[in-house]
């Protein structure tokens, strides 16, 4: 099941809730790729449209009300009933979002100071390379055009500091993968294309950002 925004979407919601209230809920991917007409379930999905589904739905549920089987079984599966543990008011973009061509030149200073005023972002990246990905600052030349973008992550963190500056990001293959299921990014040239679609979600208790969507 090739769910690409769900994960990264929950991960963005719980990370709004525990910035809002201290509390972290773990919430339901299921619910997600089950009930979201607008993406593809199984076969993808897009991070706006997903924070869409949640808002106009109302909510969405904790995962141990509404567990994930998609992922064992393959198949995106009938919508179930569902409570409302947690809201989206709305969805920021961190920095100006490209939305065509190469992406060449995307804000990740500005991404930089996002990350660090509101915490780990939902991002949507090129994965075309991350399958060979065993650990270090990946030096895989991935494009980063927004028509190559296949897969959505969490951006929690970087390092500027280092003598190769990179991006720490959470991905949701598994712990065996990577740096323990997280990959490094080569920081300031949009690698993968991590800067191209970076998201907020709001919770109703959530600061709102001053850039739109």
């Excluded at 990264?8 to 007409?37: H, W, Y």
């Excluded at 379930?41 to 991070?47: K, V």
């Excluded at 739905?57 to 393959?74: F, K, L, M, V």
Aim: aromatic content about 8%; glycine content about 12%.
């Amino acid at each position: 099941c090739v769910a690409l925004a769900a994960f990264s979407s929950t991960q963005g919601i719980e990370s709004a809730v525990f910035r809002a209230t201290g509390n972290m809920p773990i919430l339901s991917t299921q619910q997600i790729i089950s009930c979201d007409k607008t993406d593809g379930g199984c076969n993808g999905g897009d991070l706006p449209t997903a924070f869409d589904y949640v808002e106009q739905d109302g909510g969405i549920d904790e995962a141990s009300n509404y567990p994930d089987t998609s992922h064992r079984s393959g198949s995106t599966g009938s919508c179930k009933s569902h409570g409302q543990v947690a809201k989206v008011t709305d969805y920021k973009y961190a920095v100006p979002p490209c939305q065509g061509g190469s992406c060449s030149s995307q804000d990740e200073d500005g991404l930089k100071a996002a990350l660090s005023k509101h915490g780990p972002l939902s991002i949507c990246v090129n994965a075309e390379s991350w399958n060979s990905y065993s650990g270090g600052v990946s030096t895989a030349r991935c494009s980063g055009a927004y028509n190559k973008l296949d897969h959505c992550v969490q951006l929690v963190g970087y390092n500027t500091t280092a003598s190769f500056p990179y991006w720490i990001v959470r991905n949701s293959w598994s712990e065996g993968w990577g740096e323990n299921g997280y990959i490094y990014l080569e920081y300031g040239k949009n690698t993968c294309g991590l800067a191209d679609e970076a998201t907020v979600p709001q919770d109703r208790k959530s600061t709102r950002l001053n850039s739109s969507h």
